[in-house]
C-alpha cells in the first residue's frame, strides 16, 4: 500500500473517503488498481463490482473513469472491456 494513503482506508483496506489532493487520489487509485489481477478481462460489471469490495465510496463511475484516465486500466473504445495496465506510478 502507498505510504501516506492509510488515512483514507478502513481497517480492512476499504477506500472509505476520498482524498481532496491529486497526488493522493493518484497513489489511492494505484491500491484500488493492484485489486485486479493481470491479464485478465473485465465487463463494466465485473469492474464494478471490484470497486464495491474495496471501496465504500458510491461514485463507482468516476472511480472506474479515474483508473482509466490515469492510465491503470484500458478501456475498448466501446466502453465494454477493462484491461489492466503495467502502469506503476511513483508519487
Known sequence: MSKGIEQFLDDN???ISWPAKFTKK???MEYISSKFEKEIVYDEQ???LILRKW???NDYPMLRRFLVDLGFLNRDRYG??????DKKKNN
Open 13 to 15: 483496506g476499504v477506500l
Open 26 to 28: 493518484v497513489q489511492v
Open 46 to 48: 465485473e469492474v464494478n
Open 55 to 57: 471501496s465504500s465510496y
Open 80 to 85: 465494454k472491456e477493462y484491461l489492466l495496465t
